[in-house]
């Protein structure tokens, strides 16, 4: 099983923040998940919500700012080593080069704009040094992930749901998708059975004690995503 920080590793450290990449860089974690949003300059962040109150504290949404200012904000989230201003897509991307990590790169369609999420972030990650072999674009938008796979090169793609059954429609044909990624929630081993019959992989979000996996067959989840990382290999481990 795949344990994969969620958002960077959010209880550790201020949640899509350049800091949470330090701590994974830093502890061994080899692959990490971060939201892509769009600025109102067209820019791609790195930040979850539409709403600024959250994370911030501010008013307003991400959309309604240039990266510029929202680069000034600082996330709320636990005390850590690095900046926790919300990032430049980009700088996001090329920290996490540095660190040689996997990144499952979600993409936020806010606004219902799709081409200008996507474009986005296609825009920052060829500006950044990461090999896109070494990223996973996903989004719960399928329109956005059909998208992608036309705009991106090298990549691999992901589908991202509550449930299964609200997947199962679009995945009868020829996909293209390397993985699909459900809520914990609700899961059960039929839903992971269902997800392997059609030859995909299943990742779990969001996972942060090995209690959450209670009921299904460990051997046969996939991946997890999971706030505290580090946390949850320890008590698998036991």
């Given at each position: ?11 550790r ?7 949470g ?6 502890f061994g ?29 501010r008013?307003g949404t991400?959309l309604?700012?240039?990266s ?10 636990p005390?850590a ?19 040689d990590?996997?990144?499952?790169l ?24 990461l090999d ?10 399928w ?7 036309r705009?991106?090169l090298g990549?691999?793609f ?6 299964f059954d ?21 899961a ?5 059975d ?7 992989p ?19 989840v996939?991946?997890v995503?999971?706030?505290?990382p580090?946390?949850?290999v ?5």
């Amino acid at each position: 099983m795949i344990v994969i920080g969620h958002r960077g590793a959010a209880q550790r450290a201020p949640e899509n923040t350049l800091a949470g990449l330090h701590y994974a860089g830093r502890f061994g974690i080899k692959q990490v998940e971060c939201d892509i949003s769009v600025a109102a300059d067209d820019v791609a962040v790195v930040f979850h919500d539409e709403s600024l109150a959250r994370l911030t504290g501010r008013p307003g949404t991400v959309l309604s700012q240039t990266s510029a200012q929202l680069a000034q904000y600082v996330v709320n989230g636990p005390e850590a080593d690095g900046p926790t201003t919300i990032p430049n897509a980009t700088a996001y991307f090329n920290l996490a080069a540095d660190y040689d990590l996997f990144v499952h790169l979600e993409i936020k369609v806010h606004d219902r704009e799709v081409e200008r999420a996507v474009l986005a972030a296609v825009r920052a990650v060829e500006a950044s040094r990461l090999d896109p072999r070494q990223i996973r674009i996903s989004s719960f938008s399928w329109d956005a992930v059909m998208l992608a796979k036309r705009r991106f090169l090298g990549c691999s793609f992901a589908i991202a749901a509550h449930r299964f059954d609200e997947l199962r429609p679009m995945l009868t044909g020829e996909h293209g998708l390397a993985s699909v990624h459900l809520c914990i929630d609700g899961a059960t081993q039929a839903e992971v059975d269902q997800v392997h019959a059609l030859d995909l992989p299943v990742y779990y979000y969001t996972v942060n004690t090995a209690s959450a996996l209670q009921g299904l067959d460990q051997t046969t989840v996939d991946g997890v995503f999971s706030d505290d990382p580090l946390g949850l290999v320890g008590e698998l481990a036991q």
